[in-house]
């Protein structure tokens, strides 16, 4: 199964983790909380007076930013979207890489190498890898992994860059805007995927606060994420998923362009969670080359942060 969704902007702001947003602008996660508090004038002005008197000037910069990122998403509303691609695929696990087979091509395969972790928090607990989740090929029964990809509009990167609009703080917000929105798009996405398509959590309640902190059954490793940390997998996904159905192109290194978009995987094992690949040595870089078919010193390329 494979889908395309488009979604409003106002259909997707509600799952914006606004932690993150603030903290691209140099805010603490507690200065967050104002995406919590009512909009009238009495409610904002009892959360200003609940900081300490040297933060209220910082926390009324942080209600202000607010205000104006709001009223931008609003603006856009009527002419912008956002994107999201993804597929369900018949997959097993084949030592440290991932089999996908294509239902509506049975001839078509993917291999996906994966990294395994390095190094553990705690004496005793297993080295991970995202394969590990996933039925082994051994068991003769195929297990099901998501792939994805969200994206912008494209334009909205570019807001208030140039021209007579020009506006440099605009233009930031945009871009932070955009960047939120990606993401954003992919919750709701995964939410609606364990709900409906995928549906192994059919009857899944969590709030949207729930969500952001990641309650739900499964992962979503994001592709140069720590559990997935070599961003060139994006040419195998791409060519896999078809990245450009949703207007993503990649660079030579494999970053997505538009900026704000997100892409990765889908794994619904319950015992499933995020982990660290970490250093890695020389030895499981010219294995890692090997299953991806590269020359050991692009992989070293692609690889330069873990090694």
Known sequence: ????????????????????????????????AISRVHGCDACRASWLADFPEAERARAAEAMQLFKDARRMLAEWDADFATHVRF??????ADGDDLLFTDP?????????PLLRQQHTVRAGEPYLCLSDFVRPAAQGVPDTVGVFAS???AELEHLYENGAYADDFKHLLAQTLADRLAEASTEKMHQEVRREYWGYAADEQWTIEELLVEKFTGIRPAVGYPSLPDQSVNFLLSDWLGFADIGIRLTENGAMVPHASVSGLMLSHP??????????????LEDYARRRGLPVEQARKYLAANL
């Open 271 to 284: 015992a499933a969670r995020y982990f660290a690949v970490g250093k890695i040595g020389e030895d499981q």
């Open 1 to 32: 199964m494979t889908q395309t969704l488009h979604y409003a902007i106002h259909d997707v702001a509600s799952y914006i983790n606004w932690i993150y947003f603030f903290h691209a602008w140099g805010f603490p996660p507690r200065f967050a």
């Open 104 to 112: 509506e091509q049975q001839e078509r395969t993917l291999r996906l």
């Open 151 to 153: 994206t912008v509009d």
């Open 87 to 92: 597929g369900l695929y018949p997959a097993v």
